[in-house]
């Protein structure tokens, strides 16, 4: 049974800070790169950060770099999104993504966490 649990999505005031958690079960979770990716309403999925199996590399879309690292803890099979300085712009689902090494091609998706930065 493979799950990727996410967790950590609020409500917050602009220039506030959330970090999302993401869990995954019922797979080799160090055999996986991990990133997270975020919809917002009647937009495209994009992805927002990336780390690969050990956390050697990482790589982030423009509109996040500084903002909002991406991290990883294989013992605990937890990846994180540590978001700072959050904008209006950053409201969205974000889901969380793991992508095989041994398999090209296969990914697993969690069922997403909603943002919402507000005044």
């Known amino acids: 049974q493979v799950q990727l649990v996410e967790s950590g999505g609020d409500l917050v005031q602009p220039g506030g800070s959330l970090r999302l958690s993401c869990v995954a079960s019922g797979f080799a979770f160090s055999e996986h790169a991990m990133s997270w990716f975020r919809q917002a309403p009647g937009q495209e999925r994009e992805l927002v950060a990336g780390i690969t199996r050990f956390g050697t590399y990482t790589n982030y879309a423009d509109s996040v770099k500084g903002r909002f690292p991406i991290s990883r803890d294989n013992a605990k099979n937890t990846v994180y999104l540590q978001m700072s300085r959050l904008k209006h712009d950053d409201t969205a689902v974000y889901y969380c993504?793991?992508?095989?090494?041994?398999?090209?091609?296969?990914?697993?998706w969690g069922q997403g966490t909603q943002i919402t930065v507000s005044a």
């Open positions: 993504k793991g992508s095989s090494w041994q398999t090209p091609g296969v990914k697993y």
